[in-house]
Every structure is written in C-alpha cells, then in structure tokens.
C-alpha cells in the first residue's frame, strides 16, 4: 500500500494529540512532521506522556518542514492563524483545517461574527465545508476542507435531514447543548481551571455563540430560505463529549422514520430506536454518532437528541474521514476504534 505523509500543525494541542492517536492505527498514513512553535524541539513524549509509546519527529516550527515531501496538512492551530499559515502552504499541498477560519462561505457573514476580515478570501471561496456525510463528493474533490465546530455538528446530524425533508416547523427550533471542557482547547483559562468548574454546571455564550453562524448557513441552504434557530451551549464538568437536546414540531415517528432512513448505511451515524435517548458515554473516545427520537408528551412535539465526542467526530475523528477522502482512501480508514467505556 502507498503511505501518505503527513504534517501536524499545531500539535500540542487536544485536537493534534488526538490526531496523533488516531493515526497510529491507520494502516497508509505516516506522520513526518509535526509542529508546535511554542514547544518546538521537544518530543511527543515530553508534551503528551500518554503517546510515549509511539516513534515520532520530534515537534519542529512550521516554517522547518519541507512541505515538498507531504501529502496532507492537517492543521490544528487557533482561529485567525489558520488562514494566514495555510495561505502561504504551496499550492499542491492537500489541506484538512480543524479551526474555523474557513467555514463560512460568506466573508460578511466571517467578519460579523469573528469581528476581523477575512486574511485569504480566494481559500474561503475554494473551502468545503466538512460535514462528511452531506458533502462527501465536494470533499473527495476539494484542496481544502475546513471541518465543522464541534457544536454545529452535533445539531446539525440531529437536525439537518428533517430540514431537508420539511418534517418539522422551520420557526420553532431549540438547541439545547452540553459540552466538555476539552472543546475550549488545551490553552491556560482562568474559567476553565478544575476548581472553577468541577461541581458545577453554566450556559456560555448565550444567544451569540460563534457556531451559531454555521447553523444560519447550514440550515438555510438546505431549507432554501432564511432558518434561525435557538442555541444555548452549557459547559459539563467533564473532559469529553457533547450531549444536545433538540425541541422540534413535528410528528415524532416521521421524524425517526426521517433520520433513520438518511443515515441508513452510514458507518459512524447511528439512529436508536424510537423512544431510546443516547449518552456521551456510549460514544467516548470514538468517530461515532448516536441519535434518539422521543415523542414529546403533547402531540404534535418531539424531542431529538444526538450525541458525539467533541474530539474526534467533532473534530479530529472527522478531519481524518475527510482526509481519507481526499486522499482517495477507504473512507473508515483508522476510525474503527470502539467507544471507550466505562
């Protein structure tokens, strides 16, 4: 088999460590450069003790990495430093982008909600947005491929379908969320210190969550006109994992009937059975998706629940079924692993 060689840019961080993780176990990806400017000569060891066991580069600066050699980026680094790194990439490198300076295809809609302009608009009109499993052929054709928020994607596998098939009221939608702490990133923050959140449960970013742009793009393109919906994010003191409730109109058995049947065949979203709700237990440490669809006490009303790791489907999970795309590879490659439990 033909091994892909790959760069990490931004690999001290939770999202490339869990690239990392992933990788070892995939039978044609080889990972020849790794990079994290602050930690630059240090080793995968020394930053991450649980990947010791693995034959790594050491951690270079990007600008150290013969980009001639590599057959995909994968690139980790915060929002708005993303752009300016990939702009300067040759032309011929393969891009995955795990941060969100590229998934809005409006640069109106970008500089709204990130407050800056654009730094590489010719990339944000090329980008295709990451969500596998509704643009799939895009990817396989793409250059770059900008993965979706973690958040945006945990709604928008539970919600997208029943906009597609018109089953639920487009002006009634609540997205009530849950997610882990490791999804802020591995960066020092006062409000994330264990002892400000264990023992404790919050809403952030209420009414103006970054992500909230992904789902107004997302949903109106595939309703063809306007959808806004109600998005409140909570922080769960725990490390992984996104757990959201959704509160929709619409007749609970056409919406399971819905979902069941646009994910029928695909390998990593799952739809329970009718009136079961999943657990972010039951997909931890996995590229999996579990969904639940029960029906709300009143008729008419249903609740539609949808569950994933915020690591690796959320993030670095999907950015390797996208590269496996892109690569022309077995789309499943390295993404077998079952669920940690307990």
Not at 36 to 65: N, Q, S, W, Y
Not at 223 to 247: C, D, K, M, W
Not at 259 to 285: D, I, K, N, Q, W
Request: one cysteine or more; glycine letters at 8%.
């Amino acid at each position: 088999m033909t091994t892909q060689n790959i760069a990490i840019l931004g690999a001290s961080g939770y999202t490339g460590a869990e690239l990392v993780r992933l990788i070892a176990t995939h039978p044609t990806m080889r990972i020849s450069a790794l990079a994290a400017d602050r930690k630059a000569g240090l080793t995968m060891a020394e930053v991450f003790p649980h990947l010791r066991h693995l034959d790594l580069p050491h951690l270079c600066r990007i600008e150290e990495i013969d980009f001639g050699a590599v057959d995909l980026v994968f690139c980790a680094l915060p929002h708005a430093t993303s752009q300016v790194v990939i702009r300067d990439l040759p032309r011929g490198v393969k891009v995955v982008d795990l941060s969100a300076d590229f998934r809005l295809r409006d640069p109106a809609a970008y500089e709204s909600w990130y407050g800056q302009p654009h730094a590489a608009l010719d990339l944000q009109a090329e980008a295709v947005y990451g969500l596998t499993e509704f643009y799939r052929d895009e990817i396989r054709a793409a250059r770059l491929v900008a993965g979706t928020g973690c958040n945006a994607a945990t709604g928008l596998y539970a919600l997208l379908p029943l906009v597609e098939a018109a089953v639920i009221d487009l002006d009634d939608i609540v997205i009530d969320l849950k997610t882990g702490v490791s999804g802020a990133g591995r960066s020092l923050k006062e409000g994330l210190l264990h002892s400000e959140v264990s023992e404790g449960f919050h809403a952030y970013n209420v009414a103006k969550h970054r992500h909230l742009a992904e789902f107004d793009q997302e949903f109106s393109k595939a309703a063809g006109s306007r959808v806004e919906v109600t998005f409140v994010p909570h922080l769960l003191p725990q490390n992984r994992g996104i757990l959201a409730t959704v509160y929709v109109k619409g007749e609970a058995a056409q919406i399971h009937e819905t979902l069941a049947a646009r994910y029928a065949g695909e390998p990593f979203l799952h739809v329970l059975p009718m009136g079961e709700s999943p657990a972010t237990r039951h997909v931890r440490g996995s590229n999996h998706v579990h969904l639940g669809v029960v029906a709300d006490r009143r008729p008419g009303r249903a609740i539609v629940f949808s569950t994933l790791d915020n690591l690796t489907k959320g993030s670095s999970g999907q950015a390797i079924q996208n590269a496996n795309l892109v690569l022309g590879l077995e789309e499943t490659a390295g993404l077998t692993l079952a669920p940690l439990f307990p």
